[in-house]
């Protein structure tokens, strides 16, 4: 089955009061092009995410974000009661000494103090969490993943139905092609006979126009298109990751309609080859897209 590389997923996870964001989208890209916007606390994980991204997304231009949210009740800013109180023995005992008045709004002044409201940014990464969290990316994971089978999907639809018309185009030639022999063989003798008192070889023109037919004849390009056609078709059932070969296909698909195209020598089968053409360019536009 096809897979897209256009994908989006998300996922959201709660671990001691916090809010685990996760995130992941991805387009088309030759090759595996990662970014990752990674909450301070998980920087520690990076190797792991991207290995975890690089193993299950194979190809794509990826953009991986991780971040936290967390609850105001647990994330304010603790005062240090032992400081303020501390802070507070000090200052009393230095206006009983100097004489100096005792503040008016005690809270205030403390609350100004050096490290009384001081936060600390030093948090460690448990194993809970990072077991959270990396569940969390899973289900992000898994996410894309799912929208990238659902658009893969509506490819292989497309690409389906691509593939049925060119065989049909293909199908269409042949009674042009027949037709075509016996219009070239009376362009000749009728050209001759415009030529007075001329005179020819019968055995020689046939052998002439076997020669020149020879030169028009496209079974091969016909066989060979069909059978890329099939081999297209073969391709599409494999597992994911047939993007590139699906292109390769399709190229050597476009090297045959064109060689078709200059020996056609007909104006309804160029006008057929002009068709398949137009049916190819969107397959090649659409399997860009194909991981």
């Given at each position: 089955m096809?897979?897209?590389?256009?994908?989006?997923g998300r996922a959201t996870a709660t671990?001691?009061g916090?809010?685990i964001?996760?995130?992941?989208k991805?387009?088309n890209?030759?090759?595996?092009?990662?970014?990752t916007?990674?909450?301070?606390l998980?920087?520690?994980?990076e190797?792991?995410?991207?290995?975890?991204i690089?193993?299950?997304?194979?190809r794509g231009?990826?953009?991986?974000?991780?971040?936290?949210?967390?609850?105001?009740?647990?994330?304010a800013?603790p005062?240090?009661?032992?400081?303020?109180?501390?802070?507070?023995r000090?200052?009393k005992d230095?206006?009983?000494?100097?004489?100096?008045p005792?503040?008016?709004?005690w809270?205030?002044?403390?609350?100004r103090?050096?490290?009384?409201?001081?936060k600390?940014?030093v948090?460690?990464l448990?194993?809970?969490?990072?077991?959270?969290?990396?569940?969390?990316?899973?289900?992000?994971?898994d996410?894309?993943?799912?929208?990238?089978?659902?658009?893969?999907a509506a490819?292989e639809?497309?690409?389906?139905?691509?593939?049925?018309?060119?065989?049909?185009l293909?199908?269409?030639i042949?009674?042009?092609?027949k037709?075509r022999v016996?219009?070239?063989?009376?362009?000749?003798?009728?050209?001759?006979?415009?030529?007075p008192?001329v005179?020819?070889?019968k055995?020689?023109?046939e052998?002439?126009?076997?020669y020149?037919?020879e030169k028009?004849?496209?079974?091969?390009?016909k066989?060979?298109l069909?059978?890329?056609?099939?081999?297209?078709?073969?391709?599409?059932?494999e597992?994911g990751?047939q993007g590139?070969?699906?292109?390769?296909?399709?190229?050597?698909?476009g090297?045959?309609?064109n060689t078709?195209?200059?020996?056609?020598?007909?104006a309804?089968?160029?006008?057929?080859v002009?068709?398949?053409?137009d049916?190819l360019e969107q397959?090649k536009?659409?399997v860009l897209?194909?991981?």
């Open positions: 096809i897979q897209s590389m256009t994908g989006y671990c001691k916090k809010k964001h996760v995130e992941i991805s387009l890209s030759k090759t595996l092009d990662l970014s916007r990674i909450a301070p998980y920087r520690e994980k190797m792991e995410i991207r290995q975890t690089t193993a299950r997304l194979i231009k990826v953009d991986f974000s991780i971040w936290i949210e967390k609850d105001a009740a647990t994330d800013t005062i240090n009661t032992a400081l303020v109180e501390n802070y507070y000090q200052i230095i206006a009983a000494a100097t004489g100096i005792e503040p008016e709004d809270f205030l002044t403390l609350l103090m050096p490290d009384v409201t001081a600390s940014d948090e460690e448990d194993d809970e969490e990072w077991d959270v969290a990396g569940k969390a990316i899973d289900e992000a994971i996410a894309l993943i799912g929208f990238r089978n659902q658009e893969g490819l639809r497309k690409f389906t139905e691509k593939i049925d018309n060119i065989a049909a293909l199908k269409s042949e009674p042009y092609e037709a016996e219009k070239i063989k009376a362009r000749i003798v009728e050209g001759l006979k415009t030529i008192d005179e020819y070889d055995n020689r023109l052998q002439e126009l076997i020149y037919i028009l004849d496209i079974s091969e390009e066989q060979r069909a059978n890329h056609l099939a081999y297209f078709r073969e391709t599409m059932k597992n990751g590139k070969k699906l292109g390769f296909i399709a190229q050597e698909m090297r045959e309609i078709t195209g200059s020996k056609s020598n007909n309804e089968m160029q006008n057929i002009v068709k398949m053409k049916e397959i536009e659409q897209n194909a991981l």
